[in-house]
């Protein structure tokens, strides 16, 4: 068997790496291609392919090493945000807010002072007695007429005409004023002094409304003449007032009204036909009991006319009442009266 003879390990390694030196050195190359050492031997082929195999992983991995180096410097280009399409931008106008709708409040029935004229007893019969009150309605005959059907505020006043009544219309042209009802008017329980006093209210109320004392008043019944009422009376032309001495209560008090308010002095006014124009006056409590009497004039005797009187009232609930003057001590059966129930604040 050949022996092989060692080399030390220390030439071997000093070989390898004059090999190492003499391939990377363009000088140390020759034309066919081999590399030759120092020492004129031949390199061998497998450890140079080793080694440049090492070179080229070496040249790599400065390659990325570079690279990695080149993108943290400072010389670095920016790095390019991709481009992000905006769409335009579209600005919305708030639609107005609408108006506040103000709420609107019902129109208010307009109302007026209106005089109508109602029934009371008294020693001479049934009588009329008139009260003025505030009534609905923008026409002054309708809401008077209305007024005479609907009743008095006067607990001592009434009326005979069938509530249910309906004012159609009233008019008023050339001295005649024509009063238009539903058929309801034709309903009423009365004998026939009443069914006539009854056509003497319906004209005094509306000829006192109209200013028109001398007015005649035709009645019709859904536009038709009235003919026979009640059983008793036939409407069928114009009707005049009687004498005011023949219907009308003798003692009449015309304010306060009946259930004001008011102050103290209190003022009392109205219209009497009286004897001698003597007319007693008396303040009763709310027991009625009389704690106030005396006397004023009217402007004249035996026929109405006006009066007017104070009386210095306490706070409280009264009840003013004016009697007819009696020479007679009683003979000619009870006085007419008026009375009025106030509240003294």
């Known amino acids: 068997m050949r022996r092989r003879s060692l080399r030390p390990f220390g030439r071997t390694s000093r070989s390898v790496g004059t090999d190492l030196y003499q391939r990377t050195d363009p000088r140390c190359q020759t034309g066919s291609g081999t590399t030759t050492s120092r020492t004129g031997r031949a390199g061998r082929p497998r450890l140079e392919g080793i080694m440049n195999r090492r070179r080229t992983t070496s040249a790599a991995l400065v390659a990325v090493a570079a690279l990695a180096l080149a993108g943290c410097g400072g010389d ?18 708030p639609e107005p807010e609408p108006e506040p709708t103000e709420t609107t409040e019902p129109a208010e029935t307009p109302t007026q002072a ?39 505020d006067d607990p001592d006043y009434s009326t005979a005409w069938d509530p249910g009544t309906q004012v159609l219309g009233v008019t ?29 209210q319906l004209v005094w109320t509306v000829t006192d ?44 008090i015309d304010d306060p009204a009946e259930g004001a308010t008011a102050s103290s002095p209190v003022t009392v006014s109205g219209e009497a036909a009286v004897f001698e124009a003597n007319l007693p006056w008396a303040v009763l409590d ?28 306490e706070p409280g609930t009264w009840t003013i009442v004016i009697t007819e003057d009696d020479p007679s001590d009683g003979e000619g059966g009870v006085p007419m009266t008026d009375s009025r129930t106030i509240t003294v604040e």
Do not use: C, H, K
């Open 76 to 93: 670095a280009e920016p790095t390019v945000a991709p481009s992000v399409t905006t769409e335009p931008s579209t600005t919305t106008t």
């Open 286 to 313: 709310a027991d009625g009991a009389e704690v106030q009497t005396g006397f004023t004039m009217t402007a004249e005797g035996q026929t109405f006319a006006p009066y007017s009187f104070e009386v210095e009232l």
């Open 209 to 252: 409304t109209a200013d028109d004392d001398g007015a005649g008043v035709v009645l019709t019944i859904a536009g038709e003449p009235a003919g026979e009422l009640w059983g008793a009376v036939v409407w069928d032309g114009p009707v005049v007032r009687e004498e005011a001495i023949d219907v009308r209560v003798l003692v009449q």
């Open 172 to 200: 008023a042209e050339a001295g005649t004023i024509t009063v238009d009802l539903s058929e309801e008017a034709r309903t009423a329980n009365i004998g026939s002094e009443g069914a006539a006093l009854m056509v003497q």
């Open 114 to 152: 209106v005089t109508a004229y109602y029934l009371v007893d008294t020693r001479a019969g049934v009588r009329l007695a008139r009260e003025t009150r505030e009534a609905q309605g923008s026409d002054p005959l309708v809401a008077a007429v209305e007024a005479m059907i609907s009743g008095a």
